[in-house]
């Protein structure tokens, strides 16, 4: 399961050669080191990168990656002409980062509690995630976390976007992390990640997120039709069918955990109540996987270390995607029209954002 990391690596360099001495005395020298990691972890992935052509033309690139590289770029080409998503240098270049994710994500959420725990920066505004180059550093930050008494989940980012800051330097790369996804999967990140690029609020990650998503979730669907070939297309209505069934899954105990955590319970009922709906949400998970997945283990880790934070996770990439795909149908299905929408709602203070979205007058 993809999760995206969004950082404006632009802005951070800037913040961090222009402020970098007021973010000592402000917010102490740990930010400027986490700074300094994020700028130094992104120009290194950035100096691996090489145009694809480069690598198409080069004897040693093995036919299997060739190919994949080719695909990369018709579904670049298709983002542009018929998603209407960003021209740029993006997504034109490849490196092979010799390691299994792009960046690791730390987040965190209280005991009794989905709400996420956020960091505020500056340009970026607050997130509900910190992500590192360097997984010890984010397993390091974890036990922090985890000493102060919140639930944590740490996991790999197989892609991340800067909102379209690195296009001068040559753009966000496609990389190893992802290239041999299947025909789908690696359609939908690839326009989720151009989708950061169209609209940003910097106060709503769930805005941010579930749009993106909405805009995989379309585009990958106008591929595979007009594009793909039917093993393509049954393969990802293969992987689309278990996805949808683990958030339909997991959003029916979103929802208990989160009746049980805002109700007048005392915390040690609530705490037995989670306990309880944690031990029922695993055991339905086996019986899903026995009765329509033929055993497909693909979720397993999820829901072996499932707990506040991850759930808090799922809420930010998915809880607004109805929203986003109404909004595209009041916009004639127009992706040029709904863009424009999008980015008016992200200009908006966050509470008249979120209703303007659910379709309020």
């Known amino acids: 399961m993809k999760r995206t990391l969004t950082m404006a690596l632009g802005a951070l360099i800037g913040t961090v050669l222009v402020a970098g001495a007021a973010v000592c005395l402000t917010s102490g020298c ?14 290194s992935l950035m100096s691996q990168a090489k145009p694809v052509p480069a690598w ?23 983002a542009v002409s018929e998603l209407k ?25 209280p005991e009794l509690s989905l709400q ?27 036990a922090e976390l985890r000493a102060q008494g919140f639930e944590v989940a740490v996991y790999g980012v197989p892609a991340y976007s800067t909102l379209g800051w690195s296009n001068w330097i040559g ?14 999967e690696l359609a939908r990140l690839v326009f989720h990640e151009l989708a950061h690029q169209v609209a940003y609020a910097s106060d709503d990650t769930m805005f941010n997120e579930s749009f993106a998503t909405a805009v995989e979730r379309l585009g990958a669907q106008r591929w595979l039709d007009a594009r793909a070939k039917t093993g393509a297309r049954d393969e990802y209505r293969a992987l689309d069918s278990r996805r949808n069934e683990f958030r339909a899954l997991t959003a029916r105990y979103r929802e208990a955990l989160d009746s049980l955590y805002k109700s007048a319970a005392e915390d040690a009922d609530k705490r037995r109540g989670k306990t309880a ?27 072996d270390r499932a707990n506040n934070a ?6 930010a990439y998915n809880e607004l995607v109805p929203a986003f795909e109404g909004l595209f149908e009041r916009s004639g299905r127009d992706f040029d029209r ?8 992200a200009a908006l203070p966050k509470a008249e954002r979120r209703a303007k979205l659910a379709g309020a007058p």
């Open 30 to 43: 740990t930010t400027l080191g986490y700074y300094g990691q994020s700028v130094g972890g992104h120009l």
């Open 56 to 78: 198409l033309g080069e004897g040693q690139t093995p036919q299997s990656l060739r190919t994949r590289l080719e695909l990369a770029q018709r579904i670049r080409e298709f």
């Open 85 to 109: 998503l960003p021209d740029n240098a993006s997504y034109r270049r490849y490196a092979d980062l010799k390691r299994p994710a792009a960046v690791w994500n730390v987040v965190a959420a």
């Open 116 to 142: 996420l725990k956020t960091w505020c920066f500056p340009v970026l505004g607050c997130v509900g995630y910190r992500g590192y180059f360097d997984r010890a550093d984010a397993e390091a930050l974890a």
């Open 171 to 184: 753009g966000d790369p496609l990389l190893n992390t992802f290239i041999g996804w299947p025909e789908g």
């Open 277 to 303: 709906l944690m031990a029922q949400l695993r055991a339905d998970y086996q019986q899903l996987k026995a009765d329509r997945w033929d055993g497909f283990a693909g979720y397993d880790a999820w829901f």
């Open 310 to 315: 991850s759930f808090g996770v799922l809420a």
């Open 338 to 345: 709904f863009y424009a929408e999008v980015r008016q709602l």
